[in-house]
């Protein structure tokens, strides 16, 4: 049974991760690391650990966590210590269940896509803390920013695609105040898009960028901040700095090769890569002062011509994660081929800026002295990837081809504990654990593969969360929890930040087109426009009844005039692909050509009360003149 | 509306020639007597308490009915004012709009603050005690007094009973086409009740205590200036 068991994990890690599959394959068989890996795995569950995450029915939890939903577009909500999933808030995709994309605001809103990629959720802070007000997410896919209201948990702005910024994966992280959320480009191309440049001229005319999107400290309103030009390599993932690195944005960057093709070869050849350092402040002083030039439309940076904005800092082969300590003292680097994590010392970097201390420049941008910035190297074990804080100088650092959670001392930079989990973490999140206030606590591991930790749903199986108390010396495991594809960076926020809104009031209703009373409900035409004001309310929709011409462009302002909680009516269209949910005192608006003859059912897809199933009406679509018969009817 | 004094003194009038009944001409000496009684500062002092207590019955409910069901584990609360009618508004929810939506099912009148004449003519009333009081206050005479907690106590057995059958009304008149039907029913109006899912539970509200004190008060000070009739 036990070896069974072995052969299928050591079988899992070659077919999911070639080359780290086969390193990791090498190196425990090589030692006796892998059944320590299961053992502890295995005999984590006891009854300490039920206690310390179960809720009581009725009680609520301590924390909330945002993951992200990955390639689902979505952002999903559970709570801690429990790890239920208590919501999925739609954002670049499609969503049925709250209606998300079929009303005329969210259509808009999500463009010509129907998908998105949501990497790293990132909560607006103040003052390095997060304020509990947004929550903001971008797109790998299609380049996009958005803004997730924490009033309601609805997506209310996404920006882009951004221009020049090309597959931005390197955000969304925020500076301390919110000023700035990060962008870069993970994939390299000509600029501006749409130019076209042959792969062989990669090293030279494609181009890399980091950007900062500027958010309106009042009302969130994102807008495109400023850019910087960067060489070809493959931008990954960002900190912004705060205490004594505030005013500065780190990104890390692989493929400082400047290779293409097989990437897993040829830009894993130099035993160095780097994290790109920006001064955003200086940054937005020479926008400011005129220095830049024009590139899609947005104000872009040549580093070239502009010096003193970005340096570049060696870091150890192809970082992952860069992360800066709860006090903004230290830059965390992690090369995800090695077995270390670097800690740089930001008085260090400032001091070797100040000296010229470089090794050389890529593209006119200095590279600073390694040996000189360096404060110390965290040997925490293979494939260190992420890594978060506690509010005692812990850091937790992810190891994906360890499959495990190094602990280790900042100041001391020694490793004090280390937990395995199941299996292949990817991100991690602390409680408040990127803030310069981390809470301690909790953690989650981000667990890439779940496989024999639940029962069998085939071949696709879900991601696992697993949840981890750092309360004490050892790290404990708690809970093994499973999500939708797929889960990358979360955060954890105390529960009591948040202030959701239970309806929308009626008087903050501030849709032109909204009606509260029956009387006013109606039906009006103009040529071939129908303009229809409905209210939805328990158990019935008024008017139930929308007589149209085939051909007629249909508009329907939906009113749910309930004012309390939980009492949403939907409106599902049958056979014409609509289906709209709106939450009490909420108004929606709904647009389509009634292109198909006939009688269609409309209903009410929410369940909402005892006469649920009677909230129904008919939309009656008169057939244009059949040209056989001449007649209408 | 009678003035109670000249009710009595008519009587008085009236039995006069019947001479035989000596016991009752000195009881009417005596009631005569006391009505003339001037009221006392004491008497007056409490007086003007009881008018202050007027104010808050402007501010706070007259009954509160809360309803408690399995969804709504806090309860749906309405408040009825002396001049109108508003539910609890926890988390930005509307109890009154609630309640009625949910009345709707059973065919029950939606409450509407402009279906109630009270809003009108009970705040009136208070208004009118106010000035009552105040001017009984500057007379002095304890007519004035005795006038004013008499006529208080029909106001209030009065509104009393219009609330009742108010209640009665929207209980007993329901919509015969309704989706749900169910028998008439009584609401409660002290106490609490089971109608279909629901606990109700209804009691006075801070306003009625309020005039309950007024009524009190008033009366205190009819015995503080009413006990000195011995002496004469
Ligand atoms: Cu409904």
Known sequence: ?633 | MSNLQDFISRQESAIQPLEGKFDMEKWLEKANAFFDLPLRLQSRLIILIAAVLLIPTFIFPLWNMTLYANQFPDGLNLYIYSYTLDGGHPEGRNDLQEINTLNHYIGMRPLLESDFSEFGWIPLMIGIFFILTLRTIVLGKMSNLVDTTVLFMYFSLFSFWSFYNRLYQYGHNLDPKAPVKVPPFMPPIIGSKQLANFTVYSYPGPASYFLVGFLLLLLVSILLSGRHLKKL
């Open chain 1, 1 to 633: 049974m036990e070896n069974v068991r072995k052969k299928i994990i050591f079988k899992g890690m070659i077919s999911t991760f070639g080359l780290i599959g086969i390193l990791s394959l090498t190196l425990f068989s090589g030692c006796s690391r892998k059944p320590e890996v299961e053992k502890g795995t295995e005999k984590s569950s006891t009854i300490g650990a039920a206690v310390a995450s179960y809720i009581a029915p009725g009680d609520m939890d301590e924390y909330y966590l945002f993951y992200s939903g990955g390639h689902s577009g979505n952002v999903f909500v559970a709570g801690i210590p429990s790890m239920r999933h208590i919501a999925t808030i739609p954002v670049f995709s499609l969503y049925p269940s709250t209606g998300y994309g079929f009303d005329q605001e969210t259509r808009k809103m999500l463009g010509e896509f129907t998908w998105g990629d949501v990497h790293h959720p990132s909560l607006s802070e103040t003052n390095g803390n997060y304020d509990g007000r947004w929550l903001f997410v971008n797109d790998n896919a299609n380049n996009r920013m958005a803004r997730i209201d924490l009033r309601d948990f609805k997506t209310k702005q996404i920006l882009g695609p951004i221009p020049n910024v090309s597959g931005y994966h390197g955000g969304a992280f925020v500076t301390p105040n919110t000023e700035y959320i990060l962008a870069a480009s993970r994939f390299s191309i000509p600029l501006p898009k749409g130019t076209y440049a042959p792969i062989e001229q990669y090293a030279t005319d494609y181009k890399g960028v980091v950007a900062g999107i500027a958010v309106d400290p009042k009302t969130g309103e994102m807008s495109v901040g400023w850019q910087i030009l960067m060489p070809p390599f493959d931008y990954d993932l960002g900190d912004a700095g705060k205490g004594p690195s505030y005013g500065w944005a780190f990104w890390t960057s692989y493929n400082s090769e400047r290779a293409t093709g097989k990437l897993e070869v040829t830009s894993t050849q130099k035993d160095r890569d780097y994290i790109a350092a920006v001064n955003w402040k200086a940054a937005e002083q020479a926008i400011q002062n005129g220095k830049f030039k024009m590139i899609g439309g947005v104000k872009v940076i040549d580093p070239k011509e502009v010096p003193d904005i970005v340096y570049l800092i060696p870091c150890s082969k192809s970082p992952h994660g860069v992360d800066v300590s709860p006090d903004g003292k230290y830059i965390i680097g992690s090369g995800k081929l090695q077995s270390i994590t670097t800690a740089f010392n930001m008085e260090k970097i400032l001091t070797a800026i100040q000296n010229k201390d470089f090794t050389g420049n890529e593209d006119g941008i200095p590279v600073l002295n390694y040996d000189a910035v360096k404060e110390a190297e965290v040997n925490v074990g293979l494939g260190p990837l992420h890594t978060q804080f506690d509010d005692k100088g812990y850091a937790y650092t992810s190891l994906y081809v360890e499959s495990a959670i190094a602990k280790w001392k900042l100041g001391t930079w020694e490793v004090v504990d280390k937990i395995p989990v199941s299996y292949n973490i990817g991100h991690l999140a602390a409680a408040e654990g990127d803030t310069i206030n981390p809470k301690g606590k909790y953690l989650v591991a981000l667990n890439k593969l779940s496989h024999g930790r639940h029962i069998s749903v085939g071949p696709s199986q879900p991601e696992s969360s697993q949840l981890i108390d750092i309360s004490g010396e050892k790290m404990k495991l708690l809970y093994d929890a499973f999500t939708e594809p797929e889960p990358h960076y979360a955060q954890i926020i105390k529960a009591d930040k948040l202030k959701p809104i239970e309806v929308y009031k009626k008087e903050d209703n501030k849709h032109p087109e909204a009606i509260w009373d029956v009387k006013d409900a109606k039906v009006e035409r103009n040529e071939n426009h129908v303009t229809v004001k409905m209210i939805a309310v328990r158990s019935s929709f008024e008017p139930w009844k929308i007589e149209v011409n085939e051909g007629d462009h249909v508009t329907i302002h939906l009113t749910n005039i309930e004012q309390t909680t939980d009492m949403l009516h939907g409106f599902g269209l049958n056979e014409y692909n609509i289906n709209v949910v709106v939450d009490p005192g909420e108004t929606k608006t709904i647009e389509f050509v009634a292109n198909k003859p006939g009688v269609h059912p409309f209903y009410c897809t929410n369940f909402c009360s005892a006469l649920h199933q009677e909230m129904q009406g008919y939309l009656l679509v008169k057939p244009k003149q059949s040209a056989s018969t001449g007649m209408i009817r």
